[in-house]
């Protein structure tokens, strides 16, 4: 097989992939929207685009490349107002969070594509499962070497994207206690976790060459890691976070991982050696708990509150905020840490008003519009 | 001496049916027709409407219209079940944001009679007998198309368009056979007070028991809680009270429920009803209510329709395709799902028969081969509506149904 390419692009841009539920108007349950959406999508022009995903209840946004936080907002707002404009005349509604509150897996329909298709053989039920929705960050490195050290690097800061995109509380029915419930149906994949000790492009691709020749893997699509190298973008990929229940939100993070890249970047910390040996501790804190979690910070080996940590990785992102034109960003987060509140106590509290996962969903589909 | 004996404690024979015993029967022949239906992949429909013939007077005569008369009491509560839950699916917000879909409601209404009035006037049907036949025509079965939806588990825009057409059409067909009625009243010499009022309170009446039974939703919604099955006994409690009052007062079953539905779901701005699953748990009751539709069917009238009765149904089904299609386009559906949506409005409405019945009831001197064409074209649209609806749905790839039975 051939080697992989890491196409270069511009170090520290940004771009993100919305996967959002298309949810009816009658009870608000996710319905198979997405082939009747995407034909009368087609025909507008939007600044991003619009793809389809592996159920028939979702959609994908994808932005485009951007400099930074005001461009991709300006651009995600366009997009969202030209969806919720299309989908309203469908009678549909879109909505972000991470899971739906109350659909049934099993009602769930494969869109009918080659690859998921192919996944869906091939995981059985988990394919169905998996109907939870997620942001996926990408931030532009200018090598695959760049690439390889930042997915490493950015590791620590996973419990953080973790608390503070989750918007999944309530799946199938139940609050599960957790704040981002979508990544347990991430877990049981058998490529998830995180990337091997590779630490260059050359070794990267011995890897991945090793695992091709196995025929585990046939593309880098297949790892579903937390983060990954995506070379046809010349990105760094952050794939944990809860799809937030709006757009400014959503580019909040993008900033946020933007600022942490050109920091780490800039001042290049060596990795903890036993760093990943936490890293499962750490993940798991953000998602039961999320902001009220605790970190176990792989270099002084301390428990520090999930909220002071990031209040303090924001402090040192303050100058790395400016070079990238990210300060109303990272000050949109530190409210939130300020408040240790993130889209899953909005949801709680929707719900301990409503008494009722439709009027629950309902209420996101307004966050969204707003 | 020795007392003589008495066989009093036995029954008296032949048995007389009871309701119960009719409605166990109904439900169990409907059953196995619906299964075996399913087995070659047609709609369990299908199956309750065969068994409801085979039984009925087309068949074995095992069902007389006196027993019948017994099932009564199923079939208006099964109606009203469905004629509820169509006007829930009808919904302001969607009309709004895309009027075409409104349009579509009103021109295949108005076209599907103008061609059906001419088409019946050109074979020298009576004027005012082919306005009352072609108003007849204008609705589609919401029972049809709602249950082979449910069936199939079918979502998307050609089923939920399909379902909110059926609602508009339902309701004009039944304004203007009201009118039309009330202008055959005249013409048969009725006081001018009775042709003017009796439309009237029909329209009126119904409209506001529908909107007194949404009132007392909304009310008594409240103070249960949201709680499913609380709400769903009271909704339930609610159609029954309904239908049992429109019964009662002579009004309309069909759009006193149809706007309590319509209530129900445009006009509760606190959310205080949840949307209850009211179509699959009623399933026992629709079962009935095709084995009751099959058996009334009287297939002799294919033999005599005849011509009138195919020109009656191509009309028809002109007016409705051409009707929807232009809209439906408008509205971003492509060229096939257009005309599937205008396909699914074939079928007929199971009460088209019961007001053929009635107008020619009241007054029998009316041409006996336009009623016989009218009820050969009902017994055609009612045989092949769900087979159609089925396969629109299908060819539309809305079904959601993973394995066949």
New interface residues.
């Given amino acids: 097989m051939e080697q992989l390419t890491f196409e270069p692009s511009q170090a520290f841009s940004i771009g993100v992939e919305i996967e959002l539920q298309i949810v009816n108007t009658r009870d608000y349950n996710l319905t198979r929207g997405a082939p009747d959406l995407l034909a009368r999508l087609e025909r507008i022009k939007l600044p991003g685009a619009v793809k389809p995903e592996i159920a028939q209840s979702m959609i994908e946004l994808n932005s485009g490349v951007n400099a930074n936080y005001a461009t991709l907002l300006g651009q995600l707002r366009g997009m969202r107002d030209a969806v919720v404009e299309q989908v309203e005349r469908l009678n549909l509604a879109v909505c972000g969070g991470g899971t739906h509150p109350f659909q049934q897996w099993s009602d769930q329909r494969i869109y009918p594509a080659e690859r998921f298709n192919y996944v869906s053989d091939l995981y059985g039920y988990l394919a169905k499962q998996f109907t939870v929705f997620g942001l996926h960050i990408h931030v532009g490195c200018a090598s695959g070497d760049d690439a390889i050290y930042l997915t490493h690097a950015l590791s620590r800061y996973i419990p953080h994207f973790i608390a503070l995109s989750a918007s999944s509380p309530f799946y199938q029915g139940v609050d599960t206690s957790f704040d981002s419930s979508r990544l347990n149906a991430v877990n049981a994949f058998p490529l998830s976790g995180c990337m091997p000790s590779v630490h260059t492009w050359a070794q990267f691709n011995e890897y991945f060459a090793r695992m091709y020749s196995y025929k585990i893997v046939a593309s880098t699509k297949d790892f579903y890691w937390d983060i990954r190298p995506k070379p046809e973008y010349g990105t760094v990929e952050i794939r944990v976070c809860d799809t937030p229940l709006n757009v400014e939100k959503a580019s909040a993070l993008a900033a946020y991982a933007q600022a942490l890249a050109h920091r780490l970047m800039a001042e290049r910390p060596a990795l903890p050696p036993d760093s990943y040996a936490l890293y499962n501790y750490n993940r798991f804190q953000a998602c039961r708990f999320g902001m009220n979690g605790y970190i176990l910070d792989p270099s002084t080996k301390t428990h520090v509150t999930m909220t002071s940590d990031i209040a303090a990785t924001l402090e040192q992102l303050a100058p790395h905020a400016d070079a990238v034109d990210a300060r109303t960003a990272l000050s949109q987060l530190s409210e939130d840490v300020a408040t240790a509140r993130n889209d899953t106590a909005w949801l709680r509290e929707r719900y301990r008003e409503t008494k009722s996962f439709t009027d629950v969903v309902h209420a996101q589909v307004g966050r969204w519009k707003q | 001496m020795a007392a003589a004996l008495d066989f009093a404690f036995l029954p008296d024979f032949p048995l007389p049916l009871n309701a119960l015993a009719l409605f166990g029967a109904l439900l169990l022949s409907g059953l196995v027709g619906g299964a075996l239906a399913r087995r070659v992949r047609l709609p369990a429909i299908t199956g309750y409407l065969a068994v409801g013939m085979l039984l009925g007077q087309t068949g074995l005569g095992l069902l007389t219209s006196e027993l019948l008369v017994q099932a009564r009491v199923f079939v208006d509560i099964s109606l009203g079940l469905i004629l509820f839950e169509l006007g ?2 009808l ?1 302001f ?2 009309l709004r ?2 009027r075409a879909l409104l349009y579509s409601g009103i021109s295949e209404s108005v076209l599907s009679f103008i061609l059906v009035y001419v088409t019946l006037y050109y074979l020298d049907v009576p004027k005012l007998i082919a306005a009352v036949a072609a108003a007849i025509g204008i609705s589609t079965s919401p029972a049809v198309i709602m249950l082979i939806a449910q069936e199939q588990r079918a ?3 050609v089923t ?1 368009r399909a379902l909110s057409l059926v609602a508009i059409n339902s309701v004009l067909a039944f304004i203007v056979v009201t009118v039309l009625l009330a202008v055959l009243h005249f013409e048969y010499q009725a006081s001018v007070v009775t042709v003017l009022l009796h439309p009237l309170y029909l329209l009126a009446g119904s409209l506001l028991l529908g909107t007194v039974a949404w009132y007392a939703a909304l009310r008594l919604g409240a103070w249960l ?2 709680r499913e099955e609380r709400q769903f006994v009271m909704l339930i409690g609610l159609i029954i009270v309904t239908v049992g009052c429109a019964t009662l007062l002579k009004l309309t079953v069909l759009l006193a429920l149809l706007v309590f539905g319509l209530l129900v779901k445009n006009r509760d701005p606190q ?1 205080v009803l ?2 209850v ?1 009211i179509g699959a748990k009623g399933e026992l009751l629709f079962i009935v209510l095709f084995v009751v539709t099959g058996a009334e069917l009287d297939a002799r009238y294919l033999l005599v329709g005849g011509a009138i009765g195919l020109a009656y149904i191509g009309a028809r089904f002109a007016g409705k395709i051409l009707g929807v299609m232009p809209w439906a386009l408008m ?2 559906l ?1 060229g096939e799902k257009a005309a599937l949506l205008g396909l699914a409005l074939t079928p007929m409405a199971e009460f088209a028969v019961a007001m053929v019945q009635d107008v020619w009831g009241l007054y029998p001197g009316l041409d006996p081969q336009a009623f016989a064409a009218l009820v050969s074209a009902v017994i055609v649209l009612e045989i092949i509506g769900p087979l159609v609806v089925q396969y629109t749905l299908v060819r539309a ?2 079904t ?1 149904v993973k394995e066949p039975d």
């Fill in positions: 829930r699916r919904d917000n969607w944001k895309d979502e998307g825009q939920e809680g949201k959310r949840l949307p699953e509205s971003g492509s790839g809305e959601g």
